[in-house]
């Protein structure tokens, strides 16, 4: 059964390189999970990027992060490309 992908996008107004934040629900059948929180971002003169959330820890005096979420690789990359699609549209449109 396929996995319907919905995002809910809105550009904000934070330290860069952060630009947006998406909601995504993922849908099959009768069922949906939702994904709050994911982020874009993008940096002068390089192409977006987004991530599933996670959570920030310092390990050895360095910050890293930790995945909240696991996706199969298929899946997350097709909720990964649906938010960088609705970021470029809502930023194409302003």
Not at 37 to 63: S, Y
Request: proline letters at 10%; aromatic letters at 6%.
């Amino acid at each position: 059964m396929e996995t319907d992908i919905k995002v809910e996008l809105s550009l904000v107004v934070a330290r860069p390189p952060l630009k947006a934040l998406a909601d995504v629900t993922l849908s099959w059948g009768p069922n949906e999970i939702k994904i709050l929180r994911c982020a874009v971002f993008e940096k002068p003169d390089a192409p977006p990027w987004a991530t599933l959330p996670r959570l920030p820890i310092e390990k050895h005096g360095k910050r890293t992060y930790v995945s909240l979420i696991d996706l199969p690789r298929d899946l997350k990359q097709r909720v990964l490309d649906a938010i960088l699609s609705e970021y470029t549209r809502q930023r194409n449109d302003d």
